[in-house]
């Protein structure tokens, strides 16, 4: 009798457990960033290396301050595909990372087949939006854009404890601890 109890108690310990993860993960850090709000001012690198604004409409994006790389945004563009590949930087590798389920709009796996298929194009957002990560824009051929920040070469090295490599910035000095 003692081993079923101990053992009920252990199980619905670890459901508790697994419940909590789960919450944390998909819904506990995210919050919404506001059409207005200071992220959700899509920028792209353009030919020249300056990250301008860009026209953006029907903004919906969410954020975590418990990862850089948890941003993500869905829009759209009035500009066109072709104008946007003469003026701003194309985004080797771009590798959309997956949203929580309940953010409808980003669906990972169709943006990385548009990617893959050609019926979308990965722009230069912002190089380091913070150190080692950079924010992608990628543009649909119906004027959809997904935006979200992706490890960059950089930072895939320094974050795994490595020295930066050559023709990466200098690393931020790190914060005091108190």
Do not use: H
């Amino acid at each position: 009798m003692i081993g079923k109890l101990f053992v009920g108690v252990i199980v619905i310990s670890a459901l508790l457990a697994g419940a909590a993860i789960y919450y944390q993960q998909m819904y506990a850090y995210y919050y919404e960033v506001k059409a207005n709000a200071p992220a959700a001012e899509i920028r792209m690198t353009t030919m020249d290396g300056v990250a301008e604004p860009v026209l953006i409409e029907g903004f919906e994006g969410i954020d975590a301050d418990s990862s850089p790389i948890r941003f993500r945004a869905c829009f759209r563009t009035p500009q066109s595909m072709a104008m946007m590949t003469e003026t701003y930087r194309v985004y080797d590798g771009a590798t959309p990372l997956v949203a929580p389920g309940w953010f409808g709009c980003f669906d990972a796996n169709a943006i990385g087949e548009a990617l893959e298929q050609g019926r979308a194009v990965a722009y230069l957002g912002e190089e380091n939006i913070e150190y080692g990560i950079d924010r992608v824009i990628a543009v649909m051929d119906d004027g959809r854009a997904f935006a979200w920040n992706q490890i960059n070469k950089c930072g895939a090295v320094v974050f795994n404890g490595e020295p930066a490599p050559e023709g990466c910035p200098a690393q931020p000095a790190a914060a005091p601890k108190e």
